[in-house]
């Protein structure tokens, strides 16, 4: 993951500033008597005092002075505050208050002063103001290289999530094609199971129909009978029988000599192995079949023992 904690600062978006709940709608107070209606306060403040005697520029200025040598820059801040409150083109005071700012690590606002200063008349010291001119550009570059890294930061970040989404983008790609796949292995899979069931019941039909349709050796059932194949199943005789009858039945041969040759039916006869064997043709077992119909009443239907007239 790219993001881990907490995210950076300035990515927290700022809360709405609340409006103020009140409003100045105070009436302003009356100025004393003998005034301007638009006095100036700080002036009237340091004219106050120095008809009293006291002298609050070079007080001020002293325990300003003083505080700034001891560290306390804050307060000696403070005290020029409101010494340029009373004289705000005090030069002294400005000056002292342009390297209060510098030594706070504040140098545009210490140049700003130090330009009122020599404004005022006052003389700086020498290498102030190269001195906060280089500390001033010393600030403009590190904020500019704090925004080349945040920049910098930032733009990796995106490149981080633009390689992030190409890798999704191929991981999507590769998971459709995975998934066409297989989809196309299953349909060919359906296809081939369906293909295979109605050919195994073609050949089931088939062979349930082919002893009815004549085609090929019927299987003999529970009669003795022998069914007669059909001619392209018909096996060539291993001997050529004369027109007599066979040795076996003499006797039948002898009461059928005047009517002609008799065959007694033996075990694995058909009409085309008869004819064969008589004729020398199995293409004649009609005739044999046509001389005989008084007897083969059903079909093809031979019976052991049972006697043919050869034609």
Not at 158 to 170: F, V, W, Y
Not at 186 to 199: H, P, Y
């Amino acid at each position: 993951m790219i993001f881990s904690g907490h995210p950076p600062l300035y990515w927290l978006p700022m809360p709405p500033i609340a409006p103020l709940p009140v409003e100045f709608d105070d009436p302003p107070r009356r100025a004393p008597e003998g005034a301007s209606e638009g006095y100036n306060v700080p002036e009237r403040i340091a004219r106050t005092l120095e008809q009293a005697g006291i002298d609050a520029p070079c007080g001020l200025y002293n325990e300003a002075l003083e505080l700034a040598r001891s560290g306390h820059l804050g307060a000696a801040a403070g005290r020029l505050q409101m010494l340029l409150g009373l004289d705000p083109e005090d030069g002294d005071a400005l000056l002292l208050m342009a390297k209060v700012l510098s030594a706070q690590e504040r140098p545009a606002e210490a140049l700003t002063r130090l330009d009122q200063a020599v404004v005022a008349g006052a003389l700086p010291p020498a290498g102030l103001r190269e001195y906060l001119e280089n500390a001033i550009r010393a600030e403009r570059a590190r904020e500019e290289e704090q925004r080349a890294r945040l920049m910098a930061r930032e733009q990796g970040e995106i490149r981080a999530l633009r390689s992030e989404t190409r890798q999704l983008r191929s991981d999507t790609v590769r998971l459709e094609t995975e998934v066409g796949d297989a989809l196309s292995r299953e349909q060919l899979w359906k296809l081939a199971t369906l293909g295979t069931a109605l050919f195994a019941t073609g050949v089931v039909l088939a062979l349930a129909y082919l002893p009815a349709s004549g085609v090929g050796p019927a299987t003999p059932v529970a009669s003795p009978s022998v069914v007669v194949a059909a001619p392209l199943a018909v096996e060539p005789a291993t001997t050529t029988a004369s027109r007599s009858a066979p040795p076996q039945a003499p006797a039948a041969s002898g009461r059928a000599a005047a009517a002609g040759t008799v065959h007694v039916v033996q075990s694995g006869d058909t009409l085309y192995k008869i004819s064969k064997q008589h004729y020398g043709d199995a293409s004649r077992w009609e005739q044999i079949q046509a001389a005989n119909a008084h007897v083969l009443k059903e079909g093809h239907g031979l019976s052991l023992g049972m006697e043919l007239k050869i034609p």
